[in-house]
């Protein structure tokens, strides 16, 4: 059902400020120091199996867990964000880290394949007895996508053999056989991973043991309260996170008859990209289908404007309809990726532009927000309203959301375009020059621009041999009055556009240029009133760049700004703000009059002052002194 | 100091529409069915000391604390409340009731004099080892507040007896003698009681323990930590509503250097009315001062606009400048009505007219929104916004409120009027006859009106002989362009307004009539913008009513409202409503547009619809259906 495969990211150079720039500092900055921090906090140590185990870094919670079930799934997306840098360029110092660890690994591995340095270290009698809460296989997903990276940065198969060791041992244990339990993650990933070892091997039995795990998911009678009664628990008492339902790790019922997006949201997000990465290889309508239902819903009644996702920091996830609040927002930036990893698997399917649109929304945005401008801060949560008190850490009891953003940014460029029969599809802008392959034939892109600043983007096209293929270039939906032209001449956008794309099909030769204008007027999104907490509120955005009012820019207090409607927003050149930014600016009111001497109320209504409103890239927030910022600002 | 007194309530009988109404429903129906839900709740059965004692009708909170400890004072309340009523007119089966319970008290009491229920029926060897958080004299206020309404009512001093015991044990066991405990009561109270018997008896002794409670509070060596270590506990672990300081108590620091109006909310109000009692009973120059400042302080950064008081659940209290959130207002109903207590006493100082203000909004707001309409409900909180999940309750395991409630309303008609040398004040307005004295003279004053529905009032004037007096007519802040006659002859109101009072010198005589015209606009009121929570919101009042926006009244839901600035409100005489009300209606918008498809986001603002507001005054909201209400409505 695939029509569209990605492009391997080492098949496209980065060239454009913008990206190069943010990959540069994740693979000079960010891996080296995220090792140094795995080391620092204790989380390498649990790859030295000690008895007795030392004490714990990570305290119990008061739910009675601790952090640590989960450090090897840490090391994992440590070791696939250190492998995506190798392929960049090698490197002999991380090299040695990786070979170190995997040593350590396979060290540790026992003779039946398990593998997994809580239990182990703390207490192996229980292996295999708490899907639910526990991350065993979700470790196991991670570490098996780091042993992929890591071979095919080196070309080394040890890691890559220690997992199929593992996976021999899950296949053995789980399934429908007579012997086996019909066990599934509590937190899903695995699957992923499954699908890119059958990606590069070609082996079905990887392919048919993620489509067991989600097959499996949710059936009655239920796993979860099986095994919860099998270790003598009430499987009616749901501990972690005070869930209380499944509904929380998505096991309420078989996935395809999921219509509601609910729960913790990286668990959601990493199951869809699963399941629409079944769809493709197996050809299941039935699960296309419900990955639609489910973008539908969250698209229409989920997401916040910066592509974030999940309100609710007591699930780290989904709560109601519309329920969107900006200062109490979780969205954990793995949920932002893991609907990255969705979108793109949901965009290949067929090439629908709302796919990328809402890919590129959360990737400026909801994503980059969560890694500082010096690479070595993060944001675990992505709130849209600050009081100042919101600002990065340094590292967390619970890294994922680190290495996360590493492994993505460490290989984006293998999102910007995507290849389908007699097409290449642009997805995302910016500089970059890709080596690609149509139908066996190679084929060069190489595009110029300054984009997201800059909506100018030039395309030139640099084929191998002659034959006619279609170029698809995204035109966003911000942008239906852009411009093209070909080799100079006027191309008709609305008449060519198809799902979100201009299409120009043609037998290409070398030195073709297409070139885009695409709009980058700034302009002000509304949101639906059924989200109260917009409610008389404005958005600002350029191009694919949410914008927010941070303190340090505006002389008024940012919660005191009011942007009236009909004011006219200017953009300015700052050279001299990061590397350089477009900010914006429009003349506002202030609602902190000074006017009041000592009345708390009267019959007179406040006189707003005149004041300028400053607004930033939402995802260089908190780089500078810390202050209040908005995302929605008041309109009036 | 003071230079005006109250009028016992006895004196001045309720006419009005309004007033008779309220006073009605508390005499036949509140204190009634009080008595038989402190029967049902296992309030009464505590008089019955019996060993072992019950289980806990309340059990012990996280804190371990149970709302058992008070309820000696919700006794003591009733018995006032009951009282006030027996002072209207007699009733056996109250008295019987009552009696009972005295015979109870007395056979429970101590020989020493002690007398606390819960700890005489559970532990005494814990005895005044916490008064910190354990309520023994605060108990011992309320039961004498009891005592003395009982014995004004029937002339029966059994009751006033025991207590009198109780007193002098309390008396011989803390003050600042060597073998005297240099104690002071958690949650205040008893200092009112003691100067009522005070104001009763005369004896000194009694205005002396009230002065020394309040003079000792908050000295160092502090008391309460002094007494935590005698216990063994850790005086640095304030338990109780986790608030972890003296502030909570209001005994931080000595009270005369207190200038910021703190803790918990109802504490506070007794401590202040107590406070400004004693500054006129001793000529306390230091506590008036104290009083203003505080008065200051709390009127201009931590009221609601209803006249509500403590905006945090959490220690039942005030929190910072300004903070006055509405949905989660918690504005006990206990602290209006002891702001109420208060601003009277600060009135009667040297009656400036702003405290009969605020006396009057607390009153009508406030308090009244605490009693339902049937007189057998209550709110516990006040809130200003609720989503439609906020209801009345017919109990509750602190039940303060309710009889609280009931002996201000039984006693209503004390706060119309203040006399002063040479001068009777008519405070509050509402139709009533009063049997004044004034300087030795008799004085009749005949209102008619039907206040606050209609801002006409008809003031007669019947004297017991000659003499020059002024009556004094308090012309409300909302009502400074109001007229007035004299006989019929225009007065000029600006021209005699002093202090917010209209002032009428003469020889009055038989039958002289002076006529009041209040005018009775409806009125926005704003909020400091300092409020957050108001920003961009208007509050609408009529007279001294404020009015709120409650679901039933409304088509559109009420958080959809939007009422613009130049909107014209309209009054409506609603015969049909209750025993006929007027409401207030507005042209208004509703931003629930349904012209959103799916849309999460678009670039286009919402386009309001048309719609009709309605307003009824917030004391009555939530009698009929449940749904959402607003004080605070959208402007824009």
Redesign the interface.
Known sequence: MRRYSPVDFTRVSLTGPFWSERLETVLTRTVPSQYKKLDENGILESLDLKDPPPPLRVPFNDQGFTMQYFWDSDIGKWIEAAGYALRHRRDAEIERQVDEIVDKLEAAQMPDGYLNLWYQGHEIENRWTNLRDRHELYNIGHLLEGAIAYYQATGKRKFLEVMERSLDHIRSTFGTGPDQKRGYPGHQEIEIALIRLYQLTGERKQLDLAAYFIDERGREPHYFDEEAIARGDDPTKYHFFNSGNYEYGQAHKPVREQDKVVGHAVRAMYMYTAMADLAAELDDDSLRHACEVLW?DV???R?Y?TGGFGPSASNEGFTTDYDLPNDTAYCETCASIAFVFWAQRMLNLDLDGQYAEAMELALYNGVLSGLSRDGELYFYENKLDSDGSHRRWPWHPCPCCTMNVSRLVASVSGYFYSVGPGAIAVNLYGGNSAELELDGRRIRIEEQSNYPWSGKIKVSVHPDGHGVFALKLRIPD?ARDGVATLNGNPVDVPGQLQNGYLVIERDWIEGDVVELDLPMTP??????????MD??R??LARGPLVYCAEQVDNETPV??LILS?DAAITETNRSDLFDGIVSLTAPAKS???DD?G?????????TPADTTLTAIPYYLWANRDAGPMQVWI???
């Open positions: 539908k698209t229409t009644t997401m404007v911000w302009r002000r999104i509304y949101a639906n009133p059924k989200v109260k409610r008389h404005v958005a919660p005191d409607r609602i902190g009059s009041w000592l009345d708390l109320y009267r019959t007179t209504p406040p008041r309109e009036g």
